[in-house]
């Protein structure tokens, strides 16, 4: 009698748990976001361009590089710096750690960043009226570099910029 009262139990107790460790439910419709996040039409080199919360952002210069493969998962092959000035034209200082900043090639390729040691990448706080310039490395294929556009979008802004090569 104990042996059919293990049995019962022990399927019991997979029959409940079944349930939990199935696949979730389908995912379903979602709110509309909150705020609706727009990319500016592409602007030159040397052109600033403001993001909507006062970071004013201007890509001072751009250089084709071959970049190399230094550490594992690194690439080496043709690639673009651009070089981003960013000032504080608010009233609050801005961090720079939430900033992004990618790269598209040809029909919207999506272009992977260099080596880690290739770039300069800006970060921490900037005070109102200071600029910081930062180097961002990018792996695009030769035939891919005259149409270049970056992005740069911040966490705290309702638009991206982009600038063309």
Known sequence: MSALLAITLLSACSDASAGASGPPPPPGITDAPAESISTLPPVPIEQPSPLSNGLEVTAVSTEPLELVAN????????GVSVTLDF?????????????TVTAYYGDRLPAAPGAADTATPVSGSLAPGEHRQ???????????????????????SQNVIAVSR
Do not use: M
């Not at 550490?71 to 043709?78: L, Q, R």
């Not at 000032?87 to 900033?99: P, Q, Y």
């Not at 695009?140 to 705290?156: A, L």
């Open 71 to 78: 550490g594992p998962g690194e690439i080496a092959g043709s």
């Open 134 to 156: 930062g180097a961002y490395v990018f792996q695009i294929p030769e035939d891919g570099r005259d149409s270049t556009i970056f992005e740069v979008g911040h966490t705290d």
């Open 87 to 99: 000032v504080n034209k608010a009233t609050t200082d801005i961090s720079l750690d939430t900033l």
